[in-house]
């Protein structure tokens, strides 16, 4: 069942939950983020077919990020937070994605991956790269026209 039609039904049911502060997600919320996110990336020029890579430990946003990827019919490029700079620069180049989402608990390593396009942090700031949060800001969450579903790039 996608996302939506789930989040339709259980608006209020948890969907994720971070075992160590408890940390929360409804499946309405959710929902709601990762639509808003989609327009961002659609907003920046991202369409069916493009890899977005998640460079992040585990984090209560990693869903919304993966959700916003999919329902775009794009494709999650999911890079091991152990890497280093240079490792992962490598990876980012040959995924050819056209944005980047990271951690500030990462900052360390991606300060160092060069490259362009769309690049985000959650939970801090990181030169180079613009806020999640503040991002979000300016996008609703109406349903897209079209979710055909992407996947984790191979």
Request: aromatic letters at 10%; charged letters at 20%; hydrophobic letters at 45%.
């Amino acid at each position: 069942m996608p996302l939506g039609e789930h989040a339709a039904a259980n608006p209020n049911k948890i969907a994720t939950i971070m075992a160590g502060s408890g940390e929360s997600l409804t499946f309405g919320e959710l929902n709601s983020r990762s639509i808003r996110l989609a327009r961002l990336f659609q907003a920046h020029g991202l369409r069916e077919g493009d890899v977005v890579a998640l460079f992040m430990e585990n984090n209560i946003r990693y869903h919304e990020v993966y959700w916003a990827v999919v329902r775009m019919g794009m494709y999650v490029c999911a890079v091991n937070k152990y890497l280093t700079a240079d490792e992962a620069a490598y990876i980012f180049s040959d995924s050819g994605c056209k944005a980047l989402v990271t951690s500030a608990a990462l900052g360390g390593v991606a300060k160092d991956v060069p490259g362009g396009g769309l690049r985000l942090v959650i939970d801090g700031d990181l030169e180079g790269y613009a806020r999640y949060e503040t991002m979000l800001e300016g996008f609703d969450d109406t349903p897209l026209d079209a979710e055909p579903m992407g996947d984790f790039i191979n």
